[in-house]
């Protein structure tokens, strides 16, 4: 019997989500001599300079439960999030050797730490730790950022050999721009129709963007969402959640997987946020940088890992995501030791507590090998939520 076309995409995704020597990443550069691969942490970075020089951004998001963390633990204290220790260990045994540089945004201090920790370790690679800016006016907070983006776009001309234009990195917005309109059209699908484009296969298709061509991903996304119209799937009365907290540091599949088996439709979620965090198209038609940096002050993605005091109260953004998704709860599902995830929670939940909207909240680890509890809470909220719907 044939396997149905959406099978088989979510199938390479997860060979590419499962290899950790990065194939993909090799098979590029091997295509066209002198190719480059400038690897990055999550949340977010303008990959479009990366992609403006000619290069290959690739997030690297940590080993997950796959990888047996034995070198990296000697870098890292134990009262601190997994993701260091086990991006750590990737590098040093050579799994990373395929990159030529690594960018490292302005996530928390554990990874500005991870970033001089890199420049100490890969003397040979470009490293370079990314700031963002903490205030939202154009002439301040804008400039900031517009300089920023600047010092990025020229180490990254002098590492390809040549100057990046204006019309390079116009290009390249417009190309991300379609990107992200993919990815906007696959989550409105989900939240439209959960069943036929479950979040373990919509998290797969987002982690297969981490390691091609932005312009095979955009494609694969809109084959994927043709092919899931195709294959007809059993609708049940599973309960509406908004996942928050995993904007960094990736919950396991299996964990994902989990909350789906236990009753939960995930209609929106802080997974790898870098696919999303510009909400509205980037003009690109006028100076690069500025457009980037006016759509980073105006128009992005909120999330706990991001200073944002200045714009909106906390919780809106998340309310927000409950109701044009149609949400019937929200599950926090945070990495254990994620500061800004963490101190950020009990904010939200006062919010959420405020508005009416049933909340429950799990910590994980990206190697958390034992599902069964996290499977009963999950299951639990799910009941509980259709228990007082019906009320």
């Not at 990314?130 to 590492?159: A, W």
């Not at 599949?253 to 989990?258: E, G, P, R, Y």
């Not at 980037?292 to 200045?310: I, M």
């Not at 998340?318 to 994620?338: D, H, M, N």
Request: negative net charge; contains cysteine.
């Amino acid at each position: 019997m044939n396997t149905p076309k959406v099978l088989q995409i979510v199938q390479r995704c997860e060979a590419l989500f499962e290899d950790l020597h990065f194939n993909a990443v090799q098979q590029w550069k091997a295509a066209q001599p002198g190719r480059k691969a400038i690897g990055y942490m999550p949340v977010y970075v303008p990959r479009e300079l990366i992609h403006a020089a000619g290069m290959l951004p690739v997030g690297i998001l940590g080993g997950g439960d796959a990888l047996e963390v034995i070198q990296g633990d000697a870098y890292y204290q134990s009262y601190i999030c997994r993701i260091p220790r086990s991006t750590i260990e990737l590098g040093l045994t050579g799994r990373l050797d395929c990159l030529d540089g690594m960018l490292f945004p302005s996530i928390c201090d554990v990874i500005r730490n991870l970033s001089g920790m890199w420049q100490m370790l890969f003397k040979d690679k470009y490293v370079r730790y990314l700031d963002v800016p903490q205030n939202y006016q154009d002439s301040v907070g804008g400039t900031f950022y517009v300089q920023e983006m600047q010092v990025l776009r020229e180490d990254l001309g002098r590492l390809a050999g040549r100057e990046i234009s204006d019309a390079d990195l116009n290009r390249s917005i417009a190309v991300y721009n379609d990107n992200r309109a993919a990815v906007r059209e696959l989550y409105a699908y989900r939240a439209a129709k959960p069943w036929q484009a479950p979040t373990s296969e919509v998290y797969l298709l987002l982690r297969a963007g981490m390691v091609l061509p932005v312009e095979e991903h955009t494609a694969l996304v809109r084959e994927y969402l043709a092919a899931a119209e195709l294959l007809q799937r059993p609708k049940r009365d599973n309960a509406r959640v908004v996942i928050n907290g995993s904007f960094c540091e990736q919950p396991p599949l299996a964990l994902i997987k989990s909350i789906e088996m236990a009753g939960c439709y995930v209609v929106d979620d802080d997974l790898l946020l870098v696919t999303r965090w510009l909400l509205d198209e980037v003009p690109a038609d006028g100076d690069p940088l500025r457009e980037l940096s006016k759509a980073f002050l105006h128009h992005s993605a909120a999330t706990a890992a991001k200073y944002d005091l200045t714009r909106e109260e906390k919780g809106v953004y998340l309310l927000k995501q409950v109701k044009t998704r149609g949400a019937e709860g929200v599950i926090f599902a945070a990495p254990s030791f994620c500061d800004p995830a963490l101190l950020e929670r009990p904010m939200l939940q006062d919010v959420l507590t405020r508005h009416g909207v049933p909340h429950t909240a799990f910590k994980y680890a990206e190697n958390t090998g034992q599902m069964a509890p996290i499977r009963e809470q999950a299951g639990t909220f799910a009941d509980s939520i259709k228990l007082w719907n019906a009320a």
